[in-house]
């Protein structure tokens, strides 16, 4: 009785929807000079629409996308979907030498590593095969086109960092390389993870008096350069402290030159040769359909897959699901199978995909599975645009009430305990692991962020001071967010919600921002 007596005092005391904001924000916007108007709000509690404010216009949502993709996916691909990595081929053993090419098959495998493929390679190699008479074909047919990364310009000044990478269907490490440097006081030491066939890395760069821990400031653009003999020299530019080690990935070798290279060098490895006049010559092409597998790998499960994405914002990881929408569907519900793909590369092994047509592309039907799966749930998609589904873009828009009415869904899913705990906790781990620590809610409220120059959002679920969970999103696009302006001003609203209801929030009064 008392509970229900406090819920309506507070609607009692609640401005109405879309007239003003709370307070704290309010206050906080002006602080830091950012207008009234690039802010968009919505909050919900149940049925209720607490705050409402420009709710209705679509906006920049930076990497709360991830949201849309990850719980698209668990609803639409399901919870025991995986990808998976094959090696195939059509040709017989005879006498220790395939006689035929050994097929590398990509699947969306989003846990495909250089020591993953070492063990399927060993995986061949029990089964009696020395040396191999054909060509090393890699086959990233699922995803159409093949390769979407090929004369995209750069998002920004980064482009050999992580959070860059454009997926394919057969990424092995991400496509990175991990260099580690190591300075005296008159050398630089460099090594590089893993070892790729016949690539080096060198440096151009000067030693300096700079503290170690500001080592990222000398750091200029690497590149990979060809050499005579099919070598590759990975030159490393700028400025590095004397006195300092350190640890970096970067994306500068051709995805593939890197795959082949490492599929080279790891058979070698493993004692393995090559035969014929091919002599392991890495090509692009289609598994035969009567291809028979010699060894896969399969990923983690898709709840586990979105831990990371949702977590660590991590922009590959949600493009490659996001595209997985448009080229798999889902597993069964028990067990697993051979992959099966949606594109028109599996009809014959000489069919190419159809890059002609713009509505046949891989990202075009994930958009499109999106878009009916929204329409399932009601969700008006005017105004909507997703892009690649990481955020990570400068094209896609959302409504604060279409993402709103997405985390409505996903409290109702059945799969929400995995949707929710895909996402940070508040002051406890992943992109909100240091924020909101004096707040009630840290260690309650799960909120998604996203940041990019001139976009900070948040969005999730927010407990508020009566114990009931609210949904919580906003965004703000302006060029005024820098230096957490603009995260402070979500701070503030998340920090809002999460005392609304308590003796604090019904004594303080809204405001609308000057």
């Not at 500001?214 to 350069?225: C, K, N, Y």
């Not at 906003?474 to 957490?484: K, L, R, V």
Request: proline share 5%; glycine share 8%; hydrophobic share 45%.
């Amino acid at each position: 009785m008392f509970r229900r007596i406090a819920l309506a005092l507070l609607f009692a005391w609640l401005p109405p929807a879309q007239a003003q904001l709370p307070a704290p924000v309010a206050a906080t916007l002006a602080a830091g000079g950012i207008a009234p108007d690039a802010l968009s709000v919505l909050v919900l509690r149940g049925d209720a629409t607490l705050l409402s404010y420009l709710a209705e216009r679509p906006m920049q949502p930076a990497s709360t996308m991830k949201l849309v993709t990850t719980l698209v996916a668990l609803e639409t691909l399901g919870p025991v979907f995986r990808g998976r990595t094959e090696l195939r081929s059509s040709g017989d053993v005879v006498k220790g030498v395939l006689k035929g090419d050994l097929v590398l098959r990509g699947g969306a495998d989003a846990d495909f590593t250089g020591a993953v493929l070492e063990t399927m390679l060993q995986t061949v190699r029990n089964t009696g095969v020395k040396r191999i008479a054909g060509n090393l074909v890699l086959d990233r047919s699922l995803f159409s086109p093949a390769r979407l990364d090929i004369g995209q310009a750069p998002f920004d000044a980064a482009p050999e960092a992580y959070y860059n990478v454009i997926p394919d269907a057969l990424l092995v490490n991400k496509n990175m390389l991990q260099i580690d440097m190591r300075s005296s006081a008159k050398q630089l030491q460099l090594d590089m993870q893993p070892m790729l066939d016949n690539v080096t890395v060198t440096s151009a760069m000067t030693l300096t008096d700079a503290a170690c821990a500001r080592w990222e400031d000398g750091w200029r653009l690497p590149h990979a350069t060809p050499g005579p003999g099919g070598r590759i020299t990975v030159v490393l530019h700028g400025s590095f402290p004397k006195h300092c080690a350190q640890a970096y990935s970067i994306n500068v070798v051709d995805r593939q030159q890197y795959v082949g290279r490492l599929l080279r060098a790891t058979w070698k490895k493993l004692g393995g040769g090559f035969a014929g006049e091919a002599n392991g010559d890495v090509i692009e092409g289609i598994a035969a359909p009567d291809a028979r597998l010699l060894a896969e790998h399969v990923s983690r499960a898709l709840p586990e897959v979105i831990r990371d994405i949702n977590k660590l914002s991590d922009n590959a990881l949600a493009r490659t699901v996001f595209l997985s929408l448009g080229s798999l569907e889902a597993d069964p519900v028990l067990g697993s199978r051979p992959l099966t793909f949606v594109t028109a590369a599996t009809t014959a092994a000489s069919a190419a995909p159809d890059t002609t047509n713009t509505t046949n592309t891989t990202q075009a039907r994930a958009d499109m599975a999106v878009r009916a799966w929204m329409r399932r749930h009601g969700i008006d998609d005017a105004g909507f645009v997703i892009d690649n589904g990481s955020g990570l873009s400068r094209l896609e828009r959302i409504t604060p009430l279409q993402l709103g009415a997405l985390l409505k869904a996903g409290q109702r899913s059945d799969w929400a305990p995995e949707f929710l705990a895909s996402m940070p906790i508040v002051a406890v781990d992943g992109t909100m692991r240091r924020r909101l620590k004096d707040s009630p809610a840290a260690g309650h409220a799960r909120m998604k962020t996203g940041t990019l120059a001139n976009v900070v959002a948040i969005a999730g679920y927010v407990r508020d001071g009566l114990g009931q969970q609210c949904v919580v999103v906003a965004m703000i696009n302006s060029d005024q967010i820098g230096d957490g302006r603009g995260r402070a001003v979500l701070d503030a609203l998340v920090d809002w919600v999460a005392r609304l209801g308590s003796e604090a929030t019904r004594e303080a009064s809204p405001a609308t921002p000057q």
